[in-house]
């Protein structure tokens, strides 16, 4: 009875927050623009133009990657049972990014895709990362361990990393274009974006969601999932599966964006616990609104420059994650 | 009912376990004994499907295992493995609910007010419903224990494995735990099988045991069968020694520790006695090996004074055992530590000799007023009078159990001589007496110096204490007489 109201004032909260965060996004900014915009097209007809063609794709396309890397994270830090664990973990983010940068490097534009190359590219360097990844992990170890998950990840991570090191090394006048992509951005990038990344929002979400009590079970080790009559494999491969395709849509259409991932789920777990049938929508709407209000922070703090929003995700990030650290230290009394 | 046909399994290549087999009935439980590394937890992850069997078969319910879902499995198989460190934690109601898993449906699961009853049920078996909203982070050991064996229970499947079901947990929670299982086998019907640390509790709670050893199985039966002093030494490398449980027909198996602690025993001398107006004390340095029919701490035991209490002839108490206790308080002698036996002689009336120099030690004092001939006794029904003979024999040497029986009966056998050549008769049949009607026999052992593994008459001890007590005993009748 008491979970159950928790969890209804936990979505109220969370789902008001995400409005306000929206409504901020798209009212605030170089022009500000008055909500009734929305469906006045006759007053300010410059207002409605910038509120549906810039501001309402870029917010809508934050929420989403937000909300992506908040229940991708979530997922793998249950699936990994490690509080450390984030949607990068897993090597599949480095795989994306090597995708973007190499289109970047090597000056790619396909005829067909146009602009839409480096995420279209990104996204292959992801899928391709993510196979590679499960294929060795099995071959390592045919039961596919968390631990062998883990060092698997660590492993093509590094390893991918580096070639996109020797990438920014070698290359010269896209040094900024490379960086600006690797730090992270949902600007300029308009609806087609967001029409890109929503179905595998959509299929990834559904895939995780559905699998919420295997996760409660999971987090007690494979083999107490397994006597609880989880069938462990199927669910780990379904949730691998459903995160990896959340990361790569997301990295491939905004960059890598830290933080997000990391600290959205355990901020959440301190107020409702680790029970994932709250926690993962939950971190899904509460990842929404930290990256639009991320995003309203880098366009508006020192405007008219516009920072990298994984510079904003990270400094705003990196000390909330150390008060939470230093919160739950404390309060397991250690 | 679980039946395991010749299983071999382990990590890798190398089997750990090699050709078991058991098969446990519906409502019994079965544990699984050895020493570390013996394959004891690698048996039961073979069983739960954990670790895959290179040979053999395992039927749960006539059908092999590894046929069933996992899904299905987990309905008809509960597995509570060793506690782990978990980096996430949920409350204890929510880590209960989830042994309720295998029973919702894939999608959309709906909680039933049958998956609500068996939570509840579980919860309250176990004693957590008091935690019920706790995270189990902020539990202890002992209730995170308690907790995940709810969560198994919760599963209601009809056989349960356990790996060291009492690990964390106290002696009042590992019987209540142990005693809910055992409840649940006997009225439900629920089979146990389950890896245990504890011999002893093993011993008590399980109807027949599996003692592995190198990961073959050494032995296989009940209690009495597989608990033998001679195997547990030869698995467990450990010197042991059985014994019974007081109250339940179980073998308990005790520790012998290899290092000798010869400062826990002394010898005794006649200087240890001492006689007050109340009393004849025995006071020795340290506690004696004893076996007594006294009226305070008889039986077996280790003590290291002895009392001989002169009471008025009319002593009676309503709580005796009290009025012994608080006698033995009030002049500052430890009550765990002592024996007592009563007379309504005067303690001066004591013999006290010592024999072969010093080997036997026998103190009596006999009061035959109340002299009977056992063999006529069934004749009248009475109740019994004042008149007692008290007799210890305390020895200087090291006793066997065997040998303490005998050196009963042959004291008794040589005081009854002793009333014969004291020509002392039963006043009511006129026959010799052989004692009184509440005679009490004390013998005590240093246990250390000679072993001395039998009493009998015909051998040393045995000699001197048919001599002692005689000798003896003949004196404190004689004593008798003249004070009469």
Not at chain 2, 193 to 207: K, Q, R
Not at chain 2, 455 to 466: C, L, N, S
Request: aromatic share 8%; with cysteine; proline share 4%.
């Amino acid at each position: 009875m008491s979970q159950n109201k928790k969890g209804v004032i936990a979505y109220v909260i969370s789902l008001a927050l995400l409005l306000i965060s929206i409504w901020l996004g798209i009212a605030v900014g170089s022009v500000n623009i008055p909500l009734s915009t929305l469906w006045d097209k006759e007053t300010d007809p410059t207002a409605y133009s910038i509120l549906w063609n810039i501001r309402m794709p870029r917010v809508m396309l934050a929420a989403l990657i937000g909300a992506s890397l908040a229940i991708a994270g979530a997922a793998f830090q249950g699936l990994l049972k490690n509080p450390l664990a984030d949607p990068y973990t897993l090597g599949i983010s480095s795989g994306a990014s090597v995708g973007a940068v190499a289109t970047i490097y090597f000056s790619i534009s396909l005829p067909l895709l146009g602009t839409f190359t480096l995420p279209v590219f990104s996204m292959l360097g992801a899928a391709i990362t993510m196979i590679i990844v499960m294929t060795f992990a099995r071959l390592v170890d045919r039961t596919m361990k968390m631990e062998t998950l883990i060092l698997t990840g660590v492993i093509f991570s590094s390893f991918l990393g580096s070639c996109i090191s020797l990438m920014i090394a070698l290359t010269g006048e896209q040094l900024r274009l490379i960086m600006g992509w690797l730090l992270g951005s949902v600007s300029m990038r308009g609806w087609p974006y967001v029409q890109m990344i929503i179905p595998f929002v959509i299929v990834g979400v559904l895939l995780i969601w559905l699998n919420r009590r295997e996760l409660n079970a999971m987090i007690y080790g494979e083999e107490r999932a397994k006597h609880l009559g989880v069938d462990v494999k199927r669910s780990k491969y379904i949730i691998l599966a459903g995160g990896s395709m959340l990361t790569g849509a997301a990295v491939a259409v905004s960059g890598t964006i830290g933080f997000v991932g990391l600290v959205v789920p355990h901020m959440v777990r301190m107020i409702i616990g680790a029970d994932h049938r709250l926690l993962l929508m939950l971190s899904f709407i509460n990842g929404a609104s930290l990256l639009v209000i991320c995003d309203l922070v880098s366009r508006t703090i020192i405007a008219p420059t516009e920072l990298p929003i994984g510079v904003i995700t990270a400094f705003i990030g990196a000390p909330i994650f150390a008060y939470i650290f230093y919160k739950q230290r404390r309060k397991g009394g250690a | 009912m679980l039946k395991v046909e010749h299983i071999s399994g382990g990590y890798g290549a190398t089997p750990i376990i090699k050709d078991v087999s058991f098969t446990v009935p519906k409502g019994k439980i079965l544990g699984i004994l050895g020493p570390n590394g013996s394959g004891k937890s690698t048996l039961l992850k073979v069983i739960s499907g954990v670790l895959p069997a290179s040979a053999g078969r395992i039927l749960l319910d006539d059908k092999e295992i590894n046929t069933y879902s996992t899904k299905e499995l987990a309905k008809k198989m509960a597995v509570l493995p060793q506690l782990h460190a978990n980096a996430f934690s949920n409350s204890v109601r929510d880590a209960v609910s989830l042994g309720r898993y295998p029973h919702q449906s894939s999608f959309f699961a709906s909680w039933s007010e049958q998956d609500e009853q068996a939570v509840q049920t579980a919860m309250m078996q176990t004693g957590v419903q008091q935690y019920e909203h706790a995270y189990l982070e902020y539990l202890s050991g002992g209730e995170q224990q308690r907790t995940f064996i709810a969560q198994a229970l919760a599963q209601c499947a009809g056989l349960l494995l356990l790996d060291e079901p009492t690990n964390h947990l106290d002696i009042a929670h590992q019987q209540q735990i142990l005693d809910m299982i055992r409840k649940e086998a006997l009225e439900c019907e629920l089979t146990v099988v389950s890896v245990f640390h504890d011999m002893n509790l093993a011993s008590l709670y399980c109807d027949e045991l599996l003692l592995m050893d190198k990961g073959q199985v050494k032995a296989f039966g009940k209690p009495h069968e597989v608990l033998l002093e001679t195997q547990i030494a030869g698995v467990y490398g450990a010197r042991v020694a059985t014994y019974a449980h007081p109250e339940l027909p179980k073998p308990q198996v005790t520790q012998l520790p290899k290092l000798k602690q010869e400062n826990l025993f002394a010898a005794v001398t006649m200087e240890h006695f001492t006689i007050t107006d109340n009393f004849v004390q025995f006071q020795a340095d340290a506690p004696l090996k004893v076996i007594s029919s006294a009226v305070y701490n008889a039986g077996m035991g280790w003590y290291t004074t002895f009392i001989n209490r002169t009471v008025e002839p009319t002593y009676y108490y309503e709580n005796m055992k009290e009025e012994l206790l608080s006698f033995l308080t009030a002049r500052g002698f430890v009550p765990t530590n002592t024996v007592m036996m009563l007379t309504a002689l005067e303690a001066q009336n004591a013999v006290i000799e010592s024999y072969a120099d010093g080997l036997v030690i026998v103190a009596v004092t006999a009061g035959v007023g109340n002299a009977v001939d056992v063999t006529r006794a069934f004749e009248q029904d009475e109740q019994p009078h004042i008149g007692t003979i008290n007799t210890w024999v305390i020895i200087n040497g090291k006793l066997s159990d065997e040998a303490f029986y005998q050196a009963m009966i042959t004291a008794t056998e040589a005081k009854t001589k002793a009333l014969a050549e004291e020509n002392i008769r039963d006043a009511r049949t006129g026959t010799i007496a052989t004692g009184t009607s509440t005679d009490s026999l004390l013998i005590a052992a240093t246990q250390i110096g000679d072993e001395m593994p039998y009493a009998g008459p015909v051998t040393t001890i045995g000699k001197w204490i048919g001599r002692g007590v005689f000798e003896a005993t003949s004196k404190a009748i004689a004593k008798y007489k003249m004070e009469g």
